[in-house]
């Protein structure tokens, strides 16, 4: 059963695609995959989407180098409180869509690592986070084509640094002028 799963080693060097890996784990409630070798993943789209029991993820060590999509990644892992991407770089990512949407528990992220300069579609990146107060780092939009409802129902976040917002970006995302700072 999938909820005794405590730990997952990947340990083929030559995956390059963990699309939708998790999806639907339904049981699963803690995940240790620290010591997999993701080198040459280039596709992280909805790995754990729909984990929604999933409480304790560790992806410390993660090599996201060369990964250029992570849309769906963490969407409706509604019970995960806490998520550490300190170890993520994200420089080669252009799709992040979803990539949080339905994080219900969570209060904080710390992006200070994510470097979304190259990220064209970033819509509904945070829809329905309505727990989430911090977003830690700077969201680039200079490359983003698509932001709609990217902060829909983030009632509560608060000083969210943006760099090259697109002129209509308060009538898109969904974030007011009270919750976030331009930054250069």
Known sequence: K??????????????INMGFMFYNCHDLISLDASKSDTSNVEVMCGMFNNCNNLTSLNLSN???????????????CSSLTTLDLSSFDTSN?????????GCYDLTTLDLSSFDTSNVTTIWRMFYNCYNLTTI???????????????????????DVKIKNPPDDFEALSGLSKSQYTVVS
């Not at 999938?2 to 995956?15: G, P």
């Not at 993660?62 to 409706?76: E, G, I, L, N, R």
């Open 136 to 158: 830690k780092g700077v969201i680039d939009m200079k490359s983003c084509e698509d932001c709609g409802d990217m902060f829909h129902n983030c009632p509560k976040l608060k």
């Open 93 to 101: 990512v252009t799709r992040m869509h979803s990539m949080f949407n």
């Open 2 to 15: 999938a909820d005794r799963i405590l730990s997952h080693q990947i340990t083929c060097k030559d995956i």
């Open 62 to 76: 993660f090599d996201t180098s060369k990964v250029d999509d992570m849309s769906y990644m963490f969407m409706d």
